[in-house]
């Protein structure tokens, strides 16, 4: 392919010179890139020595991880609901003690103000 004055990408069919589509050169670059990458996999694993058995080993250990994974995430978000739950009724007791403590209180030492704002529910 070229690329003409106004950076259109083209391509020769047939003799005819006509340009890419917008998708297409996407299209291209990412089909080379993902060559390159499985191109880049195959070198490094050859170097390391894995022969498919052995990747097929490491896909099911990196499954497993994963698994564990998930399991330990679902385990701190239960937690984390508890303590919230825990925190809220905490919360909710302190709120009850304060009432209690509130409808406790000897209002007849009280000023006239305070008794009007703290008289009878």
Not at 7 to 22: A, C, F, L
């Amino acid at each position: 392919g070229t690329i003409n004055s106004d950076d259109t990408p083209m391509h020769k069919v047939g003799g005819i010179i006509r340009s890419i589509g917008r998708k297409a050169p996407k299209r291209k670059a990412k089909a080379v890139a993902e060559d390159l990458m499985v191109e880049v996999m195959t070198k490094e694993l050859f170097i390391l020595g894995i022969t498919k058995v052995q990747d097929n080993e490491i896909s099911a250990r990196y499954v497993i991880a994963q698994k564990t994974k998930a399991q330990a995430t679902t385990q701190t978000i239960q937690l984390r609901d508890r303590y919230q739950s825990f925190k809220k009724r905490e919360q909710h007791l302190k709120e009850m003690k304060y009432e209690d403590w509130i409808l406790g209180m000897n209002i007849s030492e009280m000023g006239a103000e305070d008794q009007t704002g703290h008289g009878a529910i």
